[in-house]
């Protein structure tokens, strides 16, 4: 089967990456935090013992449609699961409120133009637009409106989780998501969309937290300066002298 080289992965939006310990230095640890806060401590590495989880600056990512920026992508590394060797890495976007379940049960299989799989993909783009699009005529989709930490800015979080298709499963078939269609080459269209038929051919072994920039409003710009003024006042630090 030929494997789909052509769609871009997350990687190729990737700026800056940050290990756990540098995203203090480079001032993203809110973002860190945020993400990890929507994940029980159970499902997660130990802080201690931790190679899986990143923080990545990204530039030229963007919610198809919407134009709204993604500035930063936080991966987190959930504890004892790993993709088999010889599966197919994966993106499937979700709604956020799916994403408790889903890490506790897996990925079902849903019914789709293609019939009842489960659908992945190689493309960030497109996984970031259904974890962005509210469809099926439900107000679903991101978690909105996200303050992180003392930033002016508010996110949309997106929820992207990377998995793993069993090789001999994965059948490749055209993009659906017409919306998005535009943003690929007609080649790349055609292999857009990666489906297996069963729950045990798919493994969940990170998720990826996509901190969408909201496009915000002169009245949301006040709201959002007069909370952070409201905001208690934090010790400043003492520098020790060397």
């Known amino acids: 089967m030929h494997r789909a080289s052509l769609l871009r992965g997350l ?54 449609g919407t134009g709204e920026t993604v500035s930063v992508v936080v991966r987190v590394g959930l504890r004892d699961r790993a993709p088999p060797d010889g599966w197919w890495p994966a993106l499937h976007g979700t709604d956020f409120e799916n994403m408790s379940d889903i890490l506790e049960n897996g990925l079902q299989p849903s019914v789709g133009v293609y019939g009842e799989n489960i659908h992945a993909t190689a493309a960030a783009p497109l996984a970031l637009q259904y974890a962005h699009h509210s469809h099926h005529g439900r107000m679903l989709g991101p978690k909105r409106e ?75 710009k006040r709201k959002r300066q007069k909370e952070l003024a409201e905001l208690p006042k934090q010790p400043r630090k003492l520098r020790r002298r060397a």
């Open 11 to 64: 990687d190729s939006f990737v700026n800056r990456r940050h290990r756990r310990g540098a995203a203090e230095t480079a001032g993203l640890a809110d973002f860190l935090d945020t993400a990890e806060s929507y994940i029980e401590p159970s499902l997660r590495y130990d802080p201690e013992n931790d190679a899986v989880t990143r923080v990545y600056e990204t530039t030229g990512l963007f919610v198809p």
């Open 146 to 220: 996200v303050a992180v930490g003392t930033r002016e800015q508010l996110y949309d979080v997106a929820v992207v989780l990377e998995c793993a298709l069993k090789d001999d499963k994965v059948e490749i078939r055209k993009n659906t998501f017409h919306a998005i269609s535009g943003a690929f080459l007609q080649a790349e269209n055609q292999m857009l969309e990666w489906l297996v038929p069963d729950a045990e051919d798919c493994v969940v072994f990170n998720v990826l937290f996509f901190f969408v920039e909201r496009k915000m409003s002169d009245r949301d």
